[in-house]
T-cell receptor
């Protein structure tokens, strides 16, 4: 399957700060998705974004499929944004490969 | 009510025991998946099913089996549990008619002693 590299592995933010998370893929990727795992373990889908840009409130994501990377932007971070952010994609075989995640801690 | 439910939510068992984890969904999706998550790592695909008659191995299927009893139900079994199967297990569903976004259940925390 596809190799997925996420950076940075850890991020500590002061409430109100902005940040960018990055996801690189080893090969062309389909069905690219971003997820948030909250401190209680629940996984929530944030974006389905195989290409282009999407925005949802304070979060937005951009995927440049030709260069095999995706970015997740968090603006005006809040403590509720804490958790682990995962990106995942497949090589058109419907087997999602996940990155190791970026752990985000937002301090009040 | 949650769209994707998993039972049990927590389970402690002993080496060699047979364990079944169950997943039910009310989303009407044909596709269902089982993943495992080890501490500090991403998710790894165990098995996936695109409809009741279609079962496929993922990247780490050894030691596991599955059963798709109905469109809404997908069970994962550990035939003879071993300690390195201690992990958080997630069930997920998706709808290829839509964006194929995956929706996850709350997870089952399994400890094998």
């Amino acid at each position: 399957g596809i190799q997925v590299e996420q950076s940075p592995p850890d991020l500590i933010l002061q409430e109100g700060a902005n940040s960018t998370l990055r996801c690189n893929f080893s090969d062309s990727v389909n069905n690219l998705q971003w997820f948030h795992q909250n401190p209680w373990g629940q996984l929530i889908n944030l974006f389905y974004i195989p290409s282009g840009t999407k925005q949802n409130g304070r979060l937005s994501a951009t995927t440049v499929a030709t260069e095999r990377y995706s970015l997740l932007y968090i603006s005006s971070s809040q403590t509720t944004d804490s958790g682990v952010y995962f990106c995942a994609g497949d090589s058109n075989d419907y087997k999602l490969s996940f990155g190791a995640g970026t752990t985000v801690t937002v301090r009040a | 009510d949650a769209d994707v439910t998993q039972t049990p939510r927590n389970r402690i068992t002993k080496t060699g025991k047979r364990i079944m984890l169950e997943c039910s969904q009310t989303k009407g999706h044909d596709r269902m998946y089982w993943y495992r998550q080890d501490p500090g790592l991403g998710l790894q695909l165990i098995y996936y099913s695109f409809d009741v008659k279609d079962i496929n191995k993922g990247e780490i299927s050894d030691g596991y089996s599955v059963s798709r009893q109905a469109q809404a139900k997908f069970s994962l079994s550990l035939e003879s549990a071993i300690p390195n199967q201690t992990a958080l297990y997630f069930c997920a569903t998706s709808d290829p008619a839509g964006e194929d976004t995956q929706y996850f259940g709350p997870g089952t925390r399994l400890t094998v002693l």
